[in-house]
């Protein structure tokens, strides 16, 4: 025991010296213990799903990023009734000159159903760093709202992402949202990790569950920019009734500027934001070699400027590393194809959804093996990610509670509740992460994590920097 201790001892040194973090020992399973009854979805009449009041007065707005470098936004609301006006008029707080822009209207059918009028309307030339004020609607119908443009693009602009997952919209999800809007860290832009609004949990996938979750989020979404991550529970793939069309209520509601990021496709795409790259992968598109989202991730990774955007973050649904029952293994075949990637380009970190639960990695990687050579066990890597698994928005289905026992070294920190995830970054080598268990205060951080870049930070930049 006493050997052990020395030599963790010399080793944190030695790591800490290099301004390094590793695992010397296992992690830790929260002793917390929630209650873990399901939760019920909130009932049609629920305030937070309250219709605004007026003949076709625009509703379920909610805003994205709408080009690459965060001078482009895109605004997105539904009129029930009609088409009405597809047009936004917006004006920085600063100035009396308004803007206004014009955007397309679509709808769609699924099973029964008939959605409203949806209308995606896309600002450009903003200016960084400014409040603006936007307007959809007409007459006494018109609603208001704003939003804050993030600084420019570089190495030391801070900012602070919110993490969100697995939603839908129970009593849970509504905790879970309001201690996201309470956190004093005060996120400014949602990274959301997929599954929406678990409407597909309703007999023939009511999509009537999906324009409630819109109108739900509005709160929030219409004032600061969630970015999508398509989930399983996005597919609304259901031959029985005829819908083979996958993604389609996801796709028709929620454009993302794919373009802009030379995709082909709304399932994969990047943003630049502040100091943060973040590419977004789907779990639920073919992803082996010569698919489109292979090439494009292929293509991509090697454009991302590290002196530019030094946080490089992946959002994907299915996580590669999952220690509950729940899931397991799901992520693997994305694992084996991209993982390597992941270590080449020393991604910061990876954030995913889908187990309803809270987990954290150490820096691992799993990248050596080749059929023959068995060489098969996560093993520390300090150019790998940190892998985090954040699906515990609290929806209908409830928490993934069981776990594999003993806990995998690889796994730095578990627990069943439900809650949120806070990435602040500082600048261009420091962000501090932190999760927030919907039990607690506003302020608590259940678990924590000082980043180290992961570019700034190497070893091969610190003897650099050090011997020059
Ligand atoms: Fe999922």
């Given at each position: 025991m006493f050997s052990k201790w020395v030599f963790c001892g010399f080793v944190y040194f030695l790591l800490g010296f290099l301004n390094l973090v590793e695992f010397c020992s296992g992690g830790i399973t929260s002793s917390y213990v929630r209650n873990a009854d399901l939760s019920l979805d909130m009932p049609l009449d629920s305030d937070v799903f309250r219709v605004p009041p007026g003949y076709n007065a625009p509703q379920q707005v909610h805003i994205t990023q709408g080009?690459?470098?965060?001078?482009g936004l895109i605004i997105s609301w539904i009129t029930p009734d009609e088409p009405g006006s597809n047009t936004v008029v917006y004006w920085a707080e600063d100035s009396k000159l308004k803007g206004s822009a014009n955007g397309v209207v679509l709808t769609y059918k699924y099973f029964n159903y008939t959605s409203g009028y949806i209308h995606h309307c896309k600002i450009k030339n903003l200016k960084f760093d400014t409040k603006y004020y936007y307007e959809v609607g007409i007459g006494n119908t018109t609603r208001q709202f704003w939003f804050i443009t993030p600084p420019k693009v570089g190495p030391d602009a801070p900012y602070t992402f919110g993490l969100i997952g697995d939603?839908?919209?129970t009593y849970d999800s509504n905790r879970t949202l309001t201690h996201y809007e309470s956190n004093p860290a005060k996120g400014q832009t949602v990274l959301f990790v997929g599954d929406l609004s678990y409407a597909d949990d309703y007999p023939f996938h009511d999509n009537a569950r999906w324009d409630t979750w819109s109108r739900f989020i509005e709160r929030n979404a219409a004032h600061q920019p969630w970015i999508w991550t398509a989930g399983n529970?996005?597919?609304?793939?259901?031959?029985?009734?005829?819908?083979?069309?996958?993604?389609k209520p996801y796709t028709s509601r929620f454009f993302v500027p794919y373009r802009a990021s030379e995709s082909t496709s709304p399932l994969w795409y990047s943003i630049k934001r502040a100091a943060a790259y973040v590419i977004v992968l789907s779990s639920y598109s073919a992803y082996g070699k010569s698919t489109p989202q292979y090439k494009w991730l292929a293509m991509e990774l090697p454009k991302v400027n590290r002196t530019e955007t030094p946080w490089l973050i992946v959002l994907m649904h299915s996580?590669?590393?999952?220690?509950?029952?729940?899931?397991?293994?799901?992520g693997e075949s994305m694992r084996v194809v991209y993982e390597s990637w992941f270590v080449e380009y020393k991604v910061d970190v990876v954030f995913a959804g889908h187990v309803h639960a809270y987990e954290r990695s150490e820096r691992i990687s799993n990248i050596a093996y080749n059929i023959v050579n068995g060489l098969c066990t996560p093993r520390s890597d300090h150019s790998a990610p940190v892998y985090i698994t954040i699906g515990d928005g609290g929806n209908l289905e409830g928490l993934a509670t069981e776990m594999t026992e003993p806990q995998p070294p690889y796994s730095a920190y578990r627990e069943a509740s439900f809650g949120h995830g806070i990435f602040d970054i500082k600048n261009r080598t420091h962000a501090y992460f932190s999760w927030h268990r919907n039990q607690d205060g506003f302020a608590v951080e259940a678990d924590s994590l000082w980043f180290h870049n992961r570019y700034w930070t190497s070893p091969e930049r610190t003897f650099l920097a050090a011997s020059q």
């Open positions: 080009d690459h470098g965060g001078r939603l839908g919209q529970h996005e597919l609304d793939f259901d031959p029985e009734i005829g819908e083979t069309k996958p993604f996580p590669w590393y999952n220690s509950y029952v729940h899931h397991y293994m799901e």
